[in-house]
């Protein structure tokens, strides 16, 4: 079982949509979750941190975690173009480790 | 203007050579990371370096080769016991290395193997 996983997608949705990004996770000692985005070709950069439970808001984005099923989600209200990327989610477990999920493909059409 | 870079973007390799990546960083960080991209797998950890002139092997460190001479670079060898080198590779520097710190990645260099 892998630590940190996600559905590859691809996920298309029309914009205005709202897009909702799932993780689960097997075992996360320290409770401290990431959501990065990856455009094509570039390297990730941090969307979003969140510590164990309850919902984070930082503008049209939402993180959410559910400690009692292990998921982690992330929301993103009227999506736009711009928001087509990877969604990668990360699972910081201690030390020097960060395990990342393999990223849910998103398309917003205009 | 700080940040991360990485060069070169693109990178070709014939079988059997070794060939270096390049990671540079601005920000003061002291760790420095090396991953790996593969489709449909999540990012691995390669190396990863503390402080100068010390550094530790991650998940997949066969094959590679890391040094840190300098606080801001961390160059990649991908040596001809790599098997499989063809990927995308990001270098990735945070401030400390320990604790939840946010890691902050470079554009990254695709390698391909003819």
């Known amino acids: 079982q892998k630590e940190v996983e996600q559905d590859p997608g691809p996920l298309s949705v029309p914009e205005g949509a709202i897009v909702s990004l799932n993780c689960t996770y097997s075992?996360?000692?320290?409770?401290?979750f990431m959501w990065y985005r990856q455009y094509s070709r570039k390297g990730p950069e941090l969307l979003m941190y969140?510590?164990?439970?309850g919902n984070k808001e930082d503008g049209r984005f939402t993180a959410q975690v559910d400690k009692s099923s292990k998921y982690i989600s992330l929301f993103i209200r009227d999506s736009q173009p711009s928001d087509s990327a990877t969604y990668l989610c990360?699972?910081?477990?201690?030390?020097?480790?960060?395990?990342f999920g393999a990223g849910t493909r998103l398309f917003v059409k205009a | 203007d700080g940040g991360i870079t990485q060069s070169p973007k693109y990178l070709f390799r014939k079988e059997g050579q070794n060939v270096t990546l390049s990671c540079e960083q601005n920000?003061?960080?002291?760790?420095m990371y090396w991953y790996r991209q593969d489709p449909g797998q999540g990012l691995r950890l390669i190396y990863y370096?503390?402080?100068?002139?010390?550094?530790q092997k991650g998940d997949i460190a066969e094959g590679y080769s890391v040094s840190r001479e300098k606080k801001e670079s961390f160059p990649l060898t991908v040596t001809s016991a790599q098997k499989n080198p063809t990927a995308f590779y990001l270098c990735?520097?945070?401030?400390?290395?320990?604790?939840?710190?946010?890691?902050?990645f470079g554009p990254g260099t695709r390698l391909t193997v003819l």
């Open positions: 370096s503390q402080i100068v002139n010390d550094f």
């Open positions: 990735a520097s945070s401030i400390r290395g320990q604790g939840a710190d946010t890691q902050y």
């Open positions: 990360a699972d910081y477990t201690g030390g020097f480790k960060t395990i």
């Open positions: 075992n996360s000692a320290f409770q401290y």
């Open positions: 920000l003061n960080h002291d760790a």
């Open positions: 969140t510590y164990s439970s």
